[in-house]
T-cell receptor, first 111, second 112 residues
């Protein structure tokens, strides 16, 4: 049974547009994470979120990105002014020790 | 970023035999290691983990071995089944941080 549901499953957006990727936990978790995988590359850490604050972020997670839990349940990743190189699978994860439970991912395609 | 490396891009085994997947790391601060399985168009699925205070952990068909001196871990899966065909990732975490650092993955094919 999936712990994490991500929406949408696929998002196509024009370069320069803003996108919001959503993550809905099925059960209560305290730690939330976003990872991404560019085609043919490793899964990369973006950001971790605990107690409504960013606890750690990678070099990739610059001012273009932001995260929040707007209603205390959904966990969102916002990418402002998307670039072609933002095209990737974006995975939300939850749990301790880096995020044991991953969602099925959102495929973001920037055209 | 080569902190976690899986040197075998692919591995092929016969159904019923043992699959052994390997992973090397360079960062001495890593103290927790995880293995994930990933099917196409799905997210990684957690399989098994090990803390650096142990050198072996077993869970059903899966056993993970950790050799800290060699900075090497391996995942043993037996018996292998065709449904196990997937990409297997190892990942590592430092005590002080929350991020996972992933290897490149190994494509396992289990032949009937």
């Amino acid at each position: 049974e999936p712990e994490v549901t991500q929406t949408p499953s696929h998002q196509v957006t024009q370069m320069g547009q803003e996108v919001i990727l959503r993550c809905v936990p099925i059960s209560n978790h305290l730690y939330f994470y976003w990872y991404r995988q560019i085609l043919g590359q490793k899964v990369e850490f973006l950001v971790s979120f605990y107690n409504n604050e960013i606890s750690e972020k990678s070099e990739i997670f610059d001012d273009q990105f932001s995260v929040e839990r707007p209603d205390g349940s959904n966990f969102t990743l916002k990418i402002r002014s998307t670039k072609l190189e933002d095209s990737a699978m974006y995975f939300c994860a939850m749990g301790g020790n880096g995020g044991a439970f991953f969602g099925q991912g959102t495929r973001l395609t920037v055209v | 970023d080569q902190q976690v490396k899986q040197n075998s891009p692919s591995l092929s085994v016969q159904e019923g035999r043992i699959s052994i997947l390997n992973c090397d790391y360079t960062n001495s601060m890593f103290d927790y290691f995880l293995w994930y399985k990933k099917y196409p168009a799905e997210g990684p699925t957690f399989l098994i983990s090990i803390s650096s205070i142990k050198d072996k952990n077993e869970d059903g068909r899966f056993t993970v071995f950790l050799n800290k001196s060699a900075k090497h871990l391996s995942l043993h899966m037996v018996p292998s089944q065709p449904g196990d065909s997937a990409v297997y990732f190892c990942a590592a975490k430092e005590t002080s941080g929350s991020r996972l650092t992933f290897g490149e993955g190994t494509q396992l094919t289990v032949n009937p």
